[in-house]
């Protein structure tokens, strides 16, 4: 699926499927633009979740631009409160893309709240700062995976694919952040991490000006 919303326990359906089951209120839409990612996370749902062939988050072929953008124009406009760029891969993998489907929403939407989830680790994918990607008004909240208090048990659970480095990198972006994005947000895992582990993340992140918010572990 391109784009989708969360229904019950973590059920991920198309928008058509998503309006029959939420008719009222308002909701999340999720935008899915990539299975790549830098990071292979010990508690991934990538390699963990069933889901029918239906609503399953793996993308045979990553959705063009053009193609996104017509997935948003059919989209349920009046019951969608905010754009979620956030799949099974690392949205950051196609970052001008991201950035111009970010402007896209705000352009044919004004006031539409806008999220990019990210393991924060795009400044070495790319070589450079990427924070500044994000200014310009386009996105409303960035939600960075912290995942732990220190570089190495950060390593052991992300393993990410940029090694030892990859800690203070995600710390760094998300720093650069706040002068581009109003509110910029870490998280934790409960249950992948103890009550004393996430104690000391939040300390990190009051030290630095930053939010921590402790992601429900789902399993299945």
């Known amino acids: 699926m391109i784009v989708y919303t969360v229904v019950g326990q973590g059920q ?13 209120g308002q909701w999340s839409m999720y935008v899915n633009l ?15 979740k069933k889901m029918a062939e ?47 489907l970010l402007k896209y929403v705000k352009d044919t939407h004004p006031g539409m709240k806008t999220r990019v989830n990210t393991n924060g680790l795009s400044d070495l994918a790319y070589g ?12 409303d909240t960035i939600s960075i995976s ?13 393993r990410s694919k940029f090694g030892i480095q990859s800690y203070d990198a995600m710390l760094k972006f998300a720093v650069d952040c ?20 996430i104690k000391k993340c939040r300390a990190i992140c009051d030290k630095l000006g930053l939010r921590l918010r402790v992601r429900v572990y789902e399993d299945k």
């Open 12 to 24: 991920y359906v198309d928008l058509e499927d998503g309006l029959k089951m939420k008719p009222e």
């Open 34 to 48: 990539t299975n790549r990612c830098t990071c292979s996370c010990t508690f991934c749902l990538r390699s963990m």
């Open 54 to 100: 239906n609503e399953t988050l793996w993308l045979k072929r990553e959705p063009t631009v053009d193609e996104v953008k017509k997935a948003l124009d059919g989209a349920p406009w009046d019951h969608i409160n905010e754009v979620v760029f956030c799949g099974f891969g690392e949205p950051t993998e196609r970052l001008d893309d991201l950035t111009a």
């Open 128 to 139: 450079r700062d990427t924070a500044p990607n994000f200014g310009g008004g386009i996105l």
């Open 146 to 158: 912290m995942n732990a208090s220190n570089k190495e048990r950060y390593l052991e659970l992300t």
């Open 178 to 197: 706040k002068q581009y994005v109003p509110n910029v947000v870490l998280t934790v895992v409960d249950h992948v991490e103890d009550s004393e582990e």
